[in-house]
């Protein structure tokens, strides 16, 4: 089966850092782009981060300076390093992958994407 699995949520007081990972299962990370989004309660998803193949990256404005992306292609593996945490970064953060060719398009073809993980709940106390 085709698959994603996030880890690395947790509870984190405001100013930490939380790492996250995602793996994909089932098929080869190498020519996805892959992308972070999250969801707090009572509100909309929203995309975070995403990062293509070639390392190009996007980054939602709330997170830029703070946040970073990366991947680990010969482990099937990408992640998201988070810093300076903030209360309104609570949430349920969910990465999905595509092959889409642009780290742009990851947001906007969001409700269409290849692969989806669960989630990893992110709580950041003030």
């Known amino acids: 089966q085709v698959q994603l699995a996030e880890s690395g949520g947790g509870l984190v007081q405001a100013g930490g850092s939380l790492k996250l990972s995602c793996k994909l299962s089932g098929r080869t990370l190498s020519t996805h782009t892959m992308g972070w989004f999250r969801q707090a309660p009572g509100k909309e998803r929203e995309f975070v981060a995403a990062?293509?193949?070639?390392?190009?990256?996007n980054f939602h404005d709330s997170v830029k300076g703070r946040f970073t992306i990366s991947r680990d292609n010969a482990k099937n593996t990408g992640y998201l390093q988070m810093d300076s945490l903030k209360p309104e970064d609570t949430a349920v953060y969910y990465c999905?992958?595509?092959?889409?060719?642009?780290?742009?398009?990851?947001?906007?073809?969001?409700?269409?994407?290849?692969?989806w993980g669960q989630g990893t709940l992110v709580t950041v106390s003030s």
């Open positions: 990062i293509t193949w070639d390392g190009s990256t």
């Open positions: 999905a992958a595509d092959r889409i060719n642009t780290a742009q398009a990851m947001p906007v073809h969001h409700r269409n994407l290849e692969v």
